[in-house]
């Protein structure tokens, strides 16, 4: 238990969400919004922006012609794809990896293949439950994410050891807390949809 409560506190060391977003956020909570007003705040933050941009023009969602304004972005991806992804770019974005060896390719393409199979099996369902599941699939071991960054030594350690193919009940006996447990703590930090909090 001392060793979960130890996490729990380092998580007050990770980085809280940028401005920006919380200014997003505040502003999609609204009844009435418009995707010029979020485009406005979107366009304050360059990394965001290009973000966006890349986004929708992927061949991931396939639209016909190259789209190059955010406002236009927001408006065929929807206000919650948005902020959905602008919080998981943040949040990968802020994690200060120097030094650590660690297949982040390899983790994210993980990620991102689980949230194509979500979005799949939802396939034909409303686009908003669609993207959610997306996303939902993106973020699913970001609790993983907490290990590396706080303790990376130890992670390295339970991962390059017998228990390899883990399960819950040997990452909380090796860490104090499982990765479900400490995404969820995280999600939560960073103000993530109830909805995606349950799925982590």
Same mark, same amino acid.
């Given at each position: 238990?001392?060793?979960?409560?130890?996490?729990?506190?380092?998580?007050?060391?990770?980085?809280?969400?940028?401005?920006?977003?919380?200014?997003?956020?505040?502003?999609?909570?609204?009844?009435?919004?418009?995707?010029?007003?979020?485009?406005?705040?979107?366009?304050?933050?360059?990394?965001?922006?290009?973000?966006?941009?890349?986004?929708?023009?992927?061949?991931?969602?396939?639209?016909? =012609?190259?789209?190059?304004?955010? %406002? *236009?972005?927001?408006?065929?991806?929807?206000?919650?794809? &948005?902020?959905?992804? $602008? /919080?998981?770019?943040?949040?990968?974005?802020?994690?200060?990896?120097?030094?650590?060896?660690?297949?982040?390719?390899?983790?994210?393409?993980?990620?991102?293949?689980?949230?194509?199979?979500?979005?799949?099996?939802?396939?034909?369902?409303?686009?908003?439950?669609?993207?959610?599941?997306?996303?939902?699939?993106?973020?699913?071991?970001?609790?993983?994410?907490?290990?590396?960054?706080?303790?990376?030594?130890?992670?390295?350690?339970?991962?390059?050891?017998?228990? =390899?193919?883990?399960?819950?009940? %040997? *990452?909380?006996?090796?860490?104090?807390?499982?990765?479900? &447990?400490?995404?969820? $703590? /995280?999600?939560?930090?960073?103000?993530?949809?109830?909805?995606?909090?349950?799925?982590?």
């Amino acid at each position: 238990m001392d060793a979960y409560q130890n996490l729990v506190e380092k998580l007050h060391e990770l980085p809280s969400q940028p401005a920006v977003l919380r200014r997003l956020q505040s502003l999609i909570s609204q009844e009435e919004v418009s995707s010029h007003q979020a485009a406005e705040i979107i366009e304050m933050d360059q990394g965001f922006t290009v973000r966006i941009l890349r986004l929708v023009n992927s061949p991931f969602y396939g639209f016909s =012609r190259m789209v190059v304004s955010v %406002e *236009e972005a927001i408006t065929m991806l929807g206000f919650n794809a &948005v902020h959905q992804l $602008l /919080l998981t770019s943040s949040l990968m974005k802020s994690m200060d990896w120097q030094g650590k060896a660690v297949n982040l390719h390899a983790f994210w393409k993980h990620s991102f293949g689980v949230g194509v199979a979500a979005k799949h099996l939802l396939y034909g369902m409303d686009k908003h439950i669609m993207d959610e599941a997306f996303i939902c699939g993106i973020v699913h071991d970001v609790g993983r994410l907490v290990y590396i960054k706080t303790d990376f030594k130890k992670y390295a350690a339970f991962h390059a050891g017998p228990k =390899r193919a883990t399960s819950l009940n %040997e *990452e909380r006996e090796f860490f104090g807390a499982d990765h479900q &447990v400490l995404g969820q $703590l /995280l999600a939560g930090k960073w103000n993530f949809p109830e909805s995606v909090r349950t799925v982590i």
